[in-house]
């Protein structure tokens, strides 16, 4: 992935933003070292569970042909005359538990180490085999991936309110669109909480692609003023729109 700089996981300099976000450093590991996939655990719960909360529709898989750490499928689910979008959602980032922080392991009741990632694109978007050779239809699906693999590649973490930018510069995910970093969200518990079998618990964090202003934003004024900022847009807070409009430009 070769991400320059993330924030949330990392080396802690002690660094805050201003809404007293930790912000934590990554270097670029360079390593020709592979580990298996982890064991498959739990692709066939996710999978009831999408059907269960967005029923209805067809599906298919983009299959990972070669996996390191974790295998990574991102399921794609048909739009409906009611929900005129495709859902996008990952399997295989929660086979393997995230790494938390010790403090916030010894403090939670809950569990918050295996989680999977989700989107929403509109209707309109390409998405046959021959239509994402294009990288500016591809790039949301390997934001996906990347997003999945990222906690296990770097021993960290993601949740809610984080923030990773593209690159340390902040280049834009593909030439048809300016947005070039994503902010962690999440829906409704129904949506985004799966209880599994062996007794775990795996949350579904929503991408929201952003741009630098709105990160800057979001680390200054908090993730609450973003959402206000954002959700004024109606259908393209959360239904990907690679060309709206810049919510934190002056």
């Given amino acids: 992935m070769n991400f320059l700089k993330k924030l949330f996981g990392g080396i802690n300099n002690g660094e805050k933003s201003k809404d007293g976000t930790t912000i934590y450093k990554y270097e670029e590991q360079e390593t020709n070292d592979f580990t298996p996939?982890?064991?498959?655990?739990?692709?066939?719960?996710?999978?009831?569970?999408?059907?269960?909360?967005?029923?209805?529709?067809?599906?298919?898989?983009?299959?990972?042909?070669?996996?390191?750490?974790?295998h990574i499928d991102v399921n794609i689910m048909e739009p409906t005359e009611k929900e005129p979008f495709w859902?996008?959602?990952?399997?295989?980032?929660?086979?393997?538990p995230m790494t938390l922080p010790k403090?916030?392991?010894?403090?939670?009741?809950?569990?918050?180490?295996?989680?999977?990632?989700?989107?929403?694109?509109?209707?309109?978007?390409?998405?046959?085999?021959?239509?994402?050779?294009?990288?500016?239809?591809?790039?949301?699906i390997r934001l996906m991936k990347q997003m999945a693999r990222f906690p296990h590649q770097y021993n960290t973490w993601?949740?809610?309110g984080h923030t990773l930018p593209n690159y340390q510069h902040y280049e834009p995910y593909a030439d048809s669109t300016g947005l070039?970093?994503?902010v962690i969200y999440q829906l409704n518990e129904r949506i985004s909480e799966i209880a599994t079998k062996d007794g775990n618990k795996i949350n579904v964090?929503?991408?929201?692609?952003?741009?630098?202003?709105?990160?800057?934003?979001?680390?200054?004024?908090?993730m609450d003023a973003l959402m206000d900022q954002?959700?004024?847009?109606?259908?393209?807070a959360l239904v990907l729109n690679p060309n709206r409009i810049n919510t934190c430009k002056q």
Avoid at 88 to 96: A, E, F, I, K, R
Avoid at 115 to 138: G, H, I, Q, R, Y
Avoid at 205 to 222: A, D, N, Q
Wanted: avoid cysteine.
């Fill in 180 to 182: 070039n970093g994503v």
């Fill in 230 to 236: 954002l959700l004024e847009l109606g259908n393209d």
């Fill in 37 to 70: 996939p982890a064991q498959m655990k739990y692709a066939e719960e996710i999978v009831a569970h999408f059907d269960n909360v967005f029923p209805d529709r067809n599906s298919s898989v983009f299959h990972e042909i070669v996996s390191d750490l974790v």
């Fill in 103 to 140: 403090e916030m392991q010894e403090q939670l009741e809950e569990k918050f180490d295996r989680a999977e990632v989700m989107m929403f694109l509109p209707a309109s978007w390409e998405l046959t085999e021959e239509s994402v050779k294009d990288d500016n239809n591809f790039w949301p």
């Fill in 205 to 222: 964090y929503f991408l929201l692609p952003v741009y630098k202003e709105e990160m800057e934003y979001k680390l200054e004024h908090g």
């Fill in 87 to 96: 859902v996008l959602y990952t399997t295989g980032m929660s086979d393997l």
């Fill in 158 to 160: 993601l949740s809610f």
